[in-house]
């Protein structure tokens, strides 16, 4: 019952509304003119635009918003045009940005001036009653004031449209100038194939501050290393390519016999007498070797070795080879009764190592228990004899006071010269054990293949 007198309350109200004539306050000049298809009044002096919607005051403002920028689009566009030109720019540096900044500019710093609705139609559905509203809203301002703050607002977005095209251009120039790096960086990797990962890593981590400085005398420094390997690669690229000797006088290295067999000879010159006679059979990794010394034409000492080359001439520059083997040996043989002679053993090291910078030469190592064995292959004449001439140098620090000269020195300097007859056959003057000139004969048989 109580909501059924609220209704009939609300039906009298409405009607009573109508005959009354209770309409919100009387229609503003503009709608009369805008509904009647006319301009506002003095026109001429204001920019305007009016919107209306059926919907809600929000649609009405954002319809007179489009038809604002309607009526003032050319006028931004002519002011931008004279803002560019007295700043001796080019217009098609700012074409694109202009289109999509025009309708912002234009409504940039201008509100809705007034807003207004009327009800334009009343009825009942059902049991309530039902209103229609028409929003209309207005914008609107001087010219000349509107002109002020055009010009201001376009001033204010060119400034941050040629703080960005400098930007811009800066970033242009920066990426410019490191693609000229790139391309300077790639020109010398193709000289310098060698050093073309190295230089391309430290060149592409360069940067424009501090670090800049710092960085680029690394990487000169590395280019300058690089290149130095490079030309002593380059210069010395036959002789790396040579096999090593696998002895310097008496002393065996790290390398094995380049051949399936190998003898040796040796006489002294002055005075005259047999030295030495030497033996050794190579397969695969393995070197099979026996040497006998004489004493005054007799048998003195004997050695009997097994090596295995654990590292075959490896590497690009310094190549090195290694060996590791172990060594039966006997002395004084001529005054010990055969049945009582007890052969001592012991392991051995042996290695060389492959220096060209050195006048072409090769570095040869050996130790065991009896001694200490360092020589020198030098090829100094190798541009002109390759290796065909070899200087010999071998130095021997001797322990076990058996196997010393009969002046007793631990330490022997011994030197030579070798000659390559063929690949097969060389030849050797030296001076040894600090008292005898010496020729010895090698010959290398059956290649291993």
Not at 9 to 22: E, P, Q, S
Not at 255 to 276: C, M, N, T
Request: with cysteine; glycine share 4%; aromatic share 14%.
């Amino acid at each position: 019952m109580k909501n059924q007198y609220l209704f009939q309350f609300f039906i009298v109200f409405f009607l009573v509304g109508n005959i009354f004539g209770l309409e919100p306050s009387e229609k503003p000049e503009w709608i009369k003119r805008h509904q009647e298809g006319q301009e506002i009044k003095n026109a001429d002096r204001y920019y305007y635009g009016i919107g209306n919607s059926n919907k809600s005051q929000e649609d009405a403002d954002a319809k007179a918003r489009r038809e604002f920028v309607l009526n003032v689009e050319v006028k931004v566009k002519s002011v931008f045009v004279d803002e560019i030109k007295e700043r001796n720019r080019k217009a098609s540096e700012y074409s694109r940005w202009s289109n999509s900044q025009v309708s912002e500019i234009c409504l940039r710093g201008i509100g809705i001036s007034e807003r207004y609705h009327e009800d334009i139609e009343k009825k009942i559905l059902g049991k309530l009653p039902m209103i229609k509203t028409q929003y209309y809203s207005l914008i609107q301002i001087r010219k000349e004031e509107y002109g002020r703050i055009v010009v201001e607002e376009i001033k204010r977005s060119i400034n941050l449209r040629e703080h960005a095209l400098e930007e811009e251009i800066a970033e242009q120039r920066l990426n410019t100038r490191r693609q000229e790096e790139a391309l300077i960086q790639k020109k010398e990797r193709v000289n310098q194939e060698r050093i073309k990962e190295s230089i391309k890593e430290q060149e592409h981590d360069i940067t424009l501050d501090k670090k800049r400085s710092k960085l680029s005398r690394s990487i000169e420094n590395v280019r300058n290393r690089m290149q130095r390997i490079y030309e002593q690669e380059s210069m010395y690229r036959d002789f790396l390519d040579q096999k090593p000797p696998f002895q310097v006088l008496s002393m065996c290295n790290g390398e094995l016999l380049d051949g399936k067999h190998g003898f040796q000879a040796e006489i002294g010159v002055y005075p005259f007498s047999f030295e030495r006679l030497f033996y050794a059979y190579h397969i695969r990794l393995l070197e099979f070797g026996l040497n006998v010394t004489l004493d005054q034409n007799r048998f003195d000492d004997q050695d009997f070795y097994i090596k295995l080359q654990l590292l075959p001439n490896k590497g690009k520059f310094w190549k090195t080879s290694l060996a590791f083997g172990y060594v039966e040996y006997l002395n004084s043989m001529d005054k010990i009764q055969f049945n009582r002679m007890r052969p001592e053993h012991s392991p051995f090291i042996a290695m060389n190592i492959t220096m060209a910078p050195a006048y072409h030469s090769y570095l040869s190592l050996y130790g065991d228990f009896r001694k200490t064995s360092v020589g020198i292959n030098n090829f100094a004449l190798y541009r002109h004899f390759q290796n065909n001439i070899g200087f010999l140098i071998q130095c021997d620090f001797i322990y076990d006071k058996d196997f010393r000269n009969r002046f007793n020195d631990p330490v022997l300097f011994q030197a030579g010269v070798r000659f390559k007859a063929t690949n097969n056959l060389s030849f050797t003057l030296a001076y040894e054990k600090h008292e005898i000139f010496t020729f010895s004969a090698l010959s290398v048989f059956g290649r291993n293949r």
